[in-house]
């Protein structure tokens, strides 16, 4: 019986040691030696799309008095501007408010209220703006690039940045003394900046009330892309 009990327990130490996991240990390989640059291209694009914005501002002697005037107001103007091909006319920002007297009760109501004309077509807003002018003057303007031009734009400075990546990272690889690269890893990235300086509001509202078209030119903006990612330098 000893005999058997000493053979049962040496079995199961023994299959005991052959399920233990059997670690490897292997050499590890050295990093790869990596890069990491940039790289961008740009160009200035005439600004093509111009806003116009109207409003109007009225007070009266109670909320509801101010509200139906500039409702008539806003309808009145809203109806004229639209209608014409190539400009969008939408509603902008509306609000009205009580003032107070020194004893803290209101004196009167104010309203105030915008009108935008967007287009590329700029003889023709600035007309159409100049036009409205007696109801709704102008209040300000602002240029930027249409979505459709910077889209092409973008497309085409695409290629030169990535051509301008390669480059580099075709030279930065030949100073380093190594033979080649691949690329690891690639980001894109792009930026616009639209620069304008805004017409006087009184010279603009004087121009606007004697019908006279506003000068309207746009500027030129700045639309770059770049191109970020890492190398992996091969020997």
């Known amino acids: 019986m000893l005999n058997r009990k000493n053979f049962l ?21 050295p990093a790869e030696p990596r890069a990491s640059l940039s790289a961008e291209a740009s160009s200035e694009v005439g600004q093509d799309t111009v806003e116009i914005t109207l409003s ?10 101010v509200a139906e005037t500039l409702n008539q107001r806003l309808d009145s103007v809203m109806k004229q501007a639209k209608g014409h091909e190539g400009i969008e006319a939408r509603s902008g ?12 009760k209101i004196a009167e ?3 105030q209220a915008e009108i935008v004309l967007e287009s590329r077509d700029f003889p023709a807003v600035s007309k159409l703006a100049a036009g409205l002018g007696d109801r709704m003057p102008i209040s300000g303007m602002a240029f930027s690039v249409s979505r459709e031009r910077r889209a092409a734009e973008e497309q085409k400075l695409l290629g030169q940045a990535v051509e301008a990546f390669k480059t580099r990272a075709q030279a930065l690889t030949q100073a380093l003394g190594f033979a080649d690269y691949r ?6 990235g792009g930026q616009g900046a639209m620069p304008y300086a805004p017409a006087p509001r009184m010279m603009m509202s004087a121009m606007a009330a004697d019908k006279t078209a506003a000068p309207v030119e746009g500027g030129r903006e700045r639309i770059s892309v770049s191109v970020q990612g890492t190398i992996v330098l091969l020997p």
Request: hydrophobic share 40%.
């Open 93 to 104: 920002s509306y609000r009205i408010w009580p003032t107070t007297d020194r004893d803290g």
């Open 183 to 188: 690329f690891r890893t690639v980001d894109l």
């Open 56 to 65: 109007a501002e009225l007070s009266g002697t109670s909320q509801t008095q």
């Open 9 to 29: 327990f040496g079995l199961s130490l023994a299959l005991a040691t052959a399920a233990l996991p059997v670690v490897a240990h292997e050499a590890k390989e």
């Open 109 to 111: 109501w104010r309203g």
